[in-house]
């Protein structure tokens, strides 16, 4: 961490977002129970049991604001990293992001303003709707709250402000504090990042055969599948200010899908360069060590050969070797080749190797 963002977290705008919905519910109590079942007489208190609530509105309604809400928080999600309860947002996306809420807030408000004018025919409607269908309930809409109780339930906000550490004559475990919470941003980072390398992985590096729904490796991908990877590298280049290390890995990640096809299948070497860069990134840790290579200068090649950790295949001794892959009962006379090609080498005796890593991953 760099001793500006010991000081403050310069290059964030911090969002809170402050939206509040309305349940379209209300609290059941006992007398609503026992209006039509005495025997409901010996339930215990609400100070030892809650008893629920009551629909008194259509939660398709409800369902509404809660989109609104949703994308929103997908919209902070996607552009920061969580801090100290709110959404660190880099200066240069901030614009962006506050277009996006103020057009949420807009839409938020757009229906609050629909459903509260037509409040009451609604709710009347949904308790009709329901008294016929449960005409031993109809007490239970007997305390219908207005519009103007419901609006003051109802609404969308958000607030932008920037963050820094304690006065430096304040006791310095507070300082140490805000310190630990700057340097947990990187932590997020790569979660996030090994996030989005596991859902290649789950979601488009394998598939689940028709014929016998058996779940195995696709025999290829195609560009639109590297979308998380995508996603990955733009996320740790607006972060690359929080640690000399992640504007490197941004750009070995990068670097990569430049080399890949942008129409057309990506298989064969393509196609393990994409699974080893994957496996590479799947956790935390994994991404970290990456990020320190990469750091030093190294390119992919140097890294999925020198990297640690059990999607790694090392070079050692001019073989590809997998300790992983001997626990896992491969055999690793079939599997460990002399690696005298670069990894995007074509050659029969490459392919052959490359073929046996497909089987491993």
Same mark, same amino acid.
């Given at each position: ?190 979660? #996030?990042? /090994? +996030? &989005?390398?596991?859902? =290649?992985? @789950?979601?488009?590096?394998?598939? !689940?055969? *028709?014929?016998?729904?058996? %779940? ?107 300790? #992983?892959? /001997? +626990? &896992?009962?491969?055999? =690793?006379? @079939?599997?460990?080749?002399?690696? !005298?090609? *670069?990894?995007?080498?074509? %050659? ?14």
């Amino acid at each position: 961490m760099t001793e500006l963002a010991k000081k403050d977290a310069t290059g964030l705008v911090c969002v809170m977002l402050d939206v509040h919905i309305w349940s379209g519910r209300r609290h059941l109590e006992k007398t609503d129970l026992i209006h039509a079942n005495p025997e409901f007489r010996k339930l215990p208190e609400k100070e030892l049991a809650n008893l629920g609530s009551v629909k008194i509105c259509d939660p398709d309604d409800i369902k509404k604001f809660q989109k609104v809400k949703g994308k929103a928080e997908r919209a902070l999600k996607r552009a920061g990293l969580p801090i100290l309860g709110a959404i660190g947002v880099p200066d240069h996306l901030f614009e962006a992001v506050h277009k996006e809420l103020v057009g949420y807030q807009a839409e938020f408000l757009a229906l609050e303003a629909a459903f509260l004018k037509g409040y009451d025919a609604r709710v009347e409607a949904w308790k009709l709707k329901h008294t016929l269908e449960n005409p031993g309930w109809t007490h239970l809409f007997g305390n219908i709250p207005s519009a103007s109780h419901v609006a003051g339930r109802l609404s969308f906000d958000f607030h932008p402000y920037r963050i820094s550490a304690p006065a430096d004559d304040l006791q310095p475990e507070l300082n140490e504090r805000f310190d630990e919470q700057m340097k947990g941003l990187k932590g997020e980072l790569l979660t #996030e990042v /090994a +996030a &989005e390398a596991n859902v =290649l992985m @789950a979601d488009y590096l394998m598939g !689940t055969d *028709p014929a016998t729904g058996v %779940t195995k490796k696709r025999e290829h991908v195609t560009p639109k599948t590297l979308g998380p990877l995508k996603r990955a590298a733009e996320k740790l280049k607006n972060f690359q200010f929080l640690d000399p290390s992640i504007g490197p890995l941004a750009s070995v990640i990068s670097e990569l899908l430049d080399t890949l096809p942008t129409v057309g299948r990506i298989d064969g070497p393509n196609l393990i360069k994409v699974w080893s860069l994957a496996r590479m990134l799947s956790s935390p840790a994994q991404a970290a060590q990456m990020a320190v290579l990469a750091a030093e200068g190294k390119d992919f090649e140097e890294i999925f050969t020198v990297a640690p950790g059990p999607a790694s295949v090392k070079r050692e001794a001019g073989t590809v070797v997998s300790s #992983e892959m /001997a +626990a &896992e009962g491969f055999d =690793l006379d @079939a599997v460990a080749q002399p690696m !005298t090609t *670069p990894i995007n080498a074509t %050659t029969n005796q490459h392919d052959s190797m490359l073929d046996n890593l497909a089987a491993f991953f």
